[in-house]
């Protein structure tokens, strides 16, 4: 058959046009990517929050972020099973129409397209409250969202299977549902999917303009806030691009079907390859913009998903903070009683809790005073032998100097 060969047949396929073999191979190609990828940071994942979870670091609950990355990642699993399940085809060199390789195909390409779609607009739904309305979601409303929203995926692929005897067969390229039903991959299918791409798209939009809304009325002195945001605005347009570009080539595809269209072969090859390359494109995606979240070696902190939290090659460490200090220095004498405050006492240990406020070395702004900018690094964690408390610095060296005067 030629390159120009329809799709118009849902029996058994055998043996595969020269035309759909060359198509499957890159469907299939793309799927075993997204598969083991997918697979991969899925494990990843849930080994660190065993690990988590065993060293006690999730008493507070997981962060929420993290745990609709980790969902989606199983949408993607399923969703590429369905797309890698076409090497079997190829190795047979047919579709063969009523096996199991074909009712799984079918049950994937229905839980994994939708399951992916609605985790997709559940990430930019989230990313909405956090960063336009500023707030979080309760743990209850959002482990409720996500039992609902599997519950939604499983309970129409379960409509749809039990309503007929036999619903997967050969639609094309691969096997799904028969399109003598077409009441169903219309509505328990591709309607949602079309929402999902459309209300994925319309709230991305909304946190776009919050954005620079934000970038128009920020402070021009705060550049770690104004810095931030162009960066979550840089990558946040990424995301709905690449699902729609991914989604809507096969979307498209069966619609155009369902008008009674003849698409070709190769053009459901494309699609096909398209659409199972979310799993690897999805992880790419969110390991390099989301870095800090997803690849972090503690916890992340449960509220920590805003605008900070994006970027090419963000930093991994939660709890370093950037605090810059401006302002005239004072005269000579503060200074000089600064610089001798901070010898070592006879006892070899700094007196620091006799040191004044650093508030005590910086006077108001006045004309013709040139001020001084000092950025100072803050890095908070684990004291090595105070592990678990709050006890700081210049409290352990206070403690040590009392220890030595008391042994002497």
Not at 118 to 135: D, E, N
Not at 260 to 274: E, F, K, M, N
Not at 279 to 297: E, H, M, N, P, Q
Not at 342 to 352: L, P, Y
Request: hydrophobic share 45%.
């Amino acid at each position: 058959m030629g390159a120009s060969h329809s799709v118009s047949l849902s029996n058994t396929l055998d043996p595969l046009p020269p035309t759909l073999h060359r198509g499957l191979a890159a469907v299939a190609f793309f799927g075993l990517l997204s598969l083991a990828s997918s697979v991969l940071l899925f494990l990843l994942l849930t080994v660190r929050l065993a690990v988590w979870w065993r060293k006690g670091q999730l008493r507070q609950g997981a962060n929420q972020f993290f745990i609709l990355v980790y969902n989606l990642l199983f949408a993607d699993i399923q969703q590429a099973m369905a797309f890698a399940l076409t090497s079997v085809y190829l190795a047979k060199n047919k579709i063969e129409v009523g096996g199991t390789t074909c009712w799984a195909n079918g049950w994937f390409v229905s839980v994994g397209d939708l399951a992916s779609g609605v985790f997709i607009f559940s990430i930019a739904l989230h990313t909405f409250f956090a960063v336009v309305k500023g707030r979080t979601i309760s743990d209850k409303t959002f482990y409720l969202w996500l039992v609902c929203c599997w519950a939604f995926v499983y309970v129409m692929a379960i409509i749809t299977v039990s309503r007929h005897s036999v619903v997967y067969v050969r639609a094309g390229a691969w096997c799904w549902v028969s399109k003598e039903f077409e009441a169903e991959r219309l509505w328990l299918h591709y309607i949602w999917i079309f929402v999902a791409m459309f209300g994925t798209v319309v709230i991305y939009a909304l946190i776009t303009l919050s954005i620079n809304s934000k970038l128009t009325s920020s402070n021009p002195g705060n550049r770690a806030e104004i810095a931030s945001t162009k960066r979550a605005a840089k990558w946040m347009i990424i995301y709905p691009i690449v699902y729609i570009v991914c989604t809507l080539p096969l979307a498209g595809g069966r619609m155009a079907a369902m008008t009674g269209i003849q698409v070709p072969y190769w053009y459901y090859c494309l699609a096909g390859a398209a659409i199972t390359s979310c799993g690897w494109l999805d992880v790419l995606l969110y390991a390099l913009t989301r870095r800090v979240l997803i690849f972090s070696k503690e916890p992340p902190p449960k509220p920590d998903f805003g605008l900070h939290t994006f970027g090419w090659w963000h930093g991994s460490n939660f709890y370093g903070t950037t605090t810059t200090i401006e302002g005239p220095l004072s005269n000579s004498k503060n200074f000089s009683g600064r610089h001798r405050r901070s010898k070592k006492s006879s006892s070899g240990f700094r007196h620091v809790r006799k040191r004044n406020s650093d508030e005590d070395y910086f006077a108001s702004p006045s004309e013709g005073v040139i001020t001084t900018k000092t950025t100072v690094e803050v890095t908070s964690g684990t004291v090595h032998g105070y592990a678990g408390s709050d006890t700081s610095i210049f409290e352990m060296e206070d403690k040590r100097a009392i220890t030595q005067s008391l042994s002497e």
